[in-house]
């Protein structure tokens, strides 16, 4: 049960080996996974979309979507037809090529980046030895996709949350690389593989201290580079219609969604296989716990959206700037520190450190709360 | 590798270095800043594309972290900023055309003498194996550590600079 991706793949590129020449074989190697990946993202953002209307639905006490389908299980297909047929409206004065590409644009690092995902044993696609490197340059790659669409609409609206959803991007990614060192440092590797593997047996990175300051830094981070809630001001709907694809229509509104809820499928898998051990757990077969692990991370996710209240840009860009980036570098002294000593003093060392710190950024970071005012002569 | 599939990889990486160099044309000659910034993100890609058929995935991933995701966007950003965004066309070329010219051939000449004095090793034990990451750690934190700490303390000292020049407006 285990292995049955990975027996299948091999059973079928037996069956080919039987009558086909060897480069063919090859060829169909990586048209299998090449193909399993182009299905795989497609599909899991579909039912995100259902999994986060149904969730979010409940948190608002609604039902959600459950008139197309038992469930509504069929919604996502109803949904891809309705985007399918919509007219497609390109503004008059919108840049042509710039307005055409930057849907397309942005879904191809969103699927590039399944490539180096672990999800099961042996079951990545391409083991890169530098896949955490490979995840971070890739998905860094999507501004410019948003900026052809903001810049390509000429909208005011399409302009404001391309330079908003930029400045966040530049902003969070720091940090975000940042807290993935102390796992590389501990792993001694950049491939997801490896990573993986030095988890295993339980020895999760999210159950040490630095460990779990890093795993907190990096899905805030996370959360925040694929623009969802709290940290969607780029289409803050209530400020700036929809951001940078307001002028979209259709499909092309539709390929930025999947771009969207494929991001935070992948922030999710790379964060369970950094810090939670990827798909290291007892019993059930590997994939299940890896889909186990990543669709928790998604619920959170969504509970987010469903709880908390938009940041302000300067609160957005104060905590990347003024509170996770100073938490990050004091995290690769703290795992450095761990490395070093021994196994009590560690964990008290690295424990102390890192809630002092804690206090004391929160501390410094404390905004300004103007005094209560009154009034002597108004009542 | 199998021949049919690194045949096929040939063709594939002289059809991205052709794609670079007519990018690379365009961010010279397009009179749209917006399309220039695009095509030069074009060329950064291409280079990338490159050292990952030359096996330096590190160096490509460093390549595109940098320049396409960090360099390119500040570019665009400076781009978005300027008050002719709305012009549709900016004359590329000034009068200190000519000039430039002739500094840039004579460092054409310069680049394509070096080039060709430099022996090509293809097959000869001058040709290493892949560097992996661990050799390039190895050499920047072992035998180039010095460069390595002088190029972080000018970083250091921009970073600084930078923030002052900045803050004087306030």
Same mark, same amino acid.
């Given at each position: 049960?285990? #292995?049955?991706? %990975?027996? @299948?793949?091999?059973?079928?590129?037996?069956?080919?080996?039987?009558?086909?020449?060897?480069?063919?074989? #090859?060829?169909? +190697?990586?048209?299998? +996974?090449?193909?399993?990946? #182009? %299905?795989?993202?497609? @599909?899991?953002?579909?039912?995100?979309? @259902?999994?986060?209307?149904?969730?979010?639905? $409940?948190?608002?006490?609604?039902i959600g979507p459950n008139r197309v389908g038992k469930f509504g299980l069929l919604q996502p297909l109803a949904d891809g037809v309705k985007m399918l047929t919509k007219e497609d409206i390109v503004p008059n004065t919108a840049d042509r090529i710039a307005h055409f590409w930057a849907p397309i644009l942005i879904v191809v690092p969103a699927l590039l980046v399944f490539a180096v995902i672990p999800f099961g044993r042996g079951m990545t696609a391409v083991n890169l030895n530098i896949g955490i490197l490979?995840?971070?340059? %890739?998905?860094?790659?999507?501004?410019?996709?948003?900026?052809? #669409? *903001?810049?390509? *609409? $000429?909208?005011?609206?399409?302009i404001i949350g391309g330079m908003r959803s930029v400045a966040q991007m530049v902003s969070y990614e720091i940090p975000m690389v940042l807290s993935a060192v102390p796992v590389i440092l501990a792993s001694e590797s950049l491939s997801t593989g490896a990573i993986v593997d030095a988890q295993s047996g339980f020895q999760w990175f999210v159950f040490t201290p630095w460990g779990f300051a890093a795993f907190i830094i990096f899905f805030l981070c996370g959360v925040a580079e694929c623009n969802r809630?709290?940290?969607?001001?780029?289409?803050?709907?209530?400020e700036i219609v929809a951001g940078f694809h307001t002028e979209y229509s259709g499909m092309k509104f539709a390929l930025f969604y999947m771009a969207e809820f494929m991001n935070s499928f992948t922030v999710s898998a790379m964060t369970v296989t950094l810090f939670l051990g990827g798909w290291d757990g007892p019993l059930l077969p590997s994939w299940v716990w890896f889909f186990f692990k990543t669709y928790c991370l998604i619920f959170i996710m969504i509970w987010f959206r469903g709880t908390l209240p938009r940041l302000r840009v300067d609160q957005l860009m104060g905590l990347a700037w003024k509170f996770f980036l100073p938490l990050t570098f004091i995290n690769i002294l703290v795992a450095g520190l761990w490395f070093f000593t021994g196994p009590v003093a560690r964990v008290v060392s690295s424990c102390a450190i890192l809630i002092a710190s804690f206090m004391v950024l929160s501390y410094l970071n404390k905004g300004y709360t103007p005094e209560k005012r009154t009034y002597r002569f108004a009542e | 590798?199998?021949?049919?599939?690194?045949?096929?990889?040939?063709?594939?990486?002289?059809?991205?270095?052709?794609?670079?160099?007519?990018?690379?044309?365009?961010?010279?000659?397009?009179?749209?800043?917006?399309h220039a910034a695009l095509t030069l993100a074009m060329v950064l890609l291409g280079t990338a594309a490159v050292f990952i058929s030359l096996q330096a995935e590190f160096l490509a991933m460093v390549q595109i972290l940098i320049y396409v995701g960090a360099v390119m966007t500040l570019i665009i950003f400076a781009v978005m900023l300027t008050s002719r965004l709305t012009d549709e066309s900016i004359p590329q070329q000034n009068k200190q055309g000519f000039p430039a010219f002739l500094v840039v051939s004579l460092l054409g000449a310069v680049l394509i003498f070096i080039l060709l004095q430099a022996p090509w090793p293809i097959h000869a034990p001058g040709v290493h194996s892949p560097v992996s990451v661990t050799d390039l750690a190895k050499a920047m934190l072992g035998n180039y550590v010095f460069p390595f700490e002088v190029i972080s303390v000018i970083l250091i000292a921009a970073l600084i600079g930078a923030v002052t020049i900045a803050k004087k407006d306030s």
């Open positions: 049960m285990d #292995a049955l991706f %990975v027996n @299948l793949k091999h059973g079928i590129l037996s069956m080919a080996g039987t009558f086909a020449p060897d480069w063919f074989v #090859a060829f169909l +190697s990586m048209l299998i +996974s090449i193909s399993a990946i #182009a %299905v795989l993202g497609p @599909l899991i953002m579909m039912y995100l979309t @259902l999994i986060e209307r149904k969730i979010v639905g $409940r948190m608002q006490n609604r490979y995840f971070l340059a %890739v998905s860094s790659t999507t501004t410019i996709a948003i900026f052809m #669409a *903001s810049w390509g *609409s $000429r909208n005011k609206y399409s809630s709290p940290f969607d001001l780029p289409e803050a709907e209530s | 590798m199998n021949a049919d599939l690194s045949l096929f990889g040939n063709i594939a990486v002289y059809a991205i270095m052709g794609v670079s160099v007519i990018a690379a044309i365009g961010v010279v000659t397009l009179r749209n800043l917006f």
